[in-house]
């Protein structure tokens, strides 16, 4: 049993006791249910579950570490990052960068692929669509160069006709 000499340092022990304990159960808690953000990008992912480790316990083995990593990775760089099968969480932080990195330039190569093969026709081919109107087509969007077309078509008619009546 401890004796205190004041009861100032009772107090400051009983808070420092209970505080330390009780920042370890959130920075547990929190560890546990983790998950990496949609637009947090590995880096800050690692050194936020890193962190929290440190707080929860900060004599924490690096295999629970890993652990922690490894759980609340994003699913789509997660099956990735377990097929190389880090050792350490130094491993882990070096394959989920490569992963990320490698995943962001393959969305980047298929959003320039969209781009290219969904250009819009140009008004030759729009004018073309036009006149081979079937059955299937009927229920397509008309574009603004259609409706240009047709309105400046119907204004020369109706001018032709006031003119030919002088």
Aim: charged residues 25%.
């Amino acid at each position: 049993m401890h004796l205190f000499k004041t009861w100032t340092s009772f107090v400051q022990k009983l808070i420092n006791t209970f505080e330390s304990s009780g920042k370890a159960d959130i920075s547990f808690h929190r560890l546990r249910h983790y998950q990496q953000g949609l637009t947090q990008d590995v880096r800050q992912y690692y050194f936020e579950i890193m962190k929290l480790c440190k707080e929860a316990n900060a004599l924490m083995d690096d295999a629970s570490k890993l652990q922690y990593l490894k759980d609340g990775l994003k699913p789509s760089l997660r099956f990735d990052v377990l097929l190389k099968n880090p050792q350490t969480t130094e491993e882990f932080l070096e394959y989920a960068q490569k992963v990320e990195e490698l995943k962001s330039l393959d969305e980047k190569d298929s959003m320039i692929d969209q781009a290219v093969n969904h250009k819009s026709p140009d008004p030759l081919t729009l004018k073309l669509k036009t006149m081979n109107i079937n059955s299937s087509q009927v229920h397509q969007p008309i574009s603004s160069h259609q409706l240009n077309f047709n309105n400046s078509y119907k204004n020369t008619q109706f001018n032709n006709n006031n003119n030919s009546g002088r």
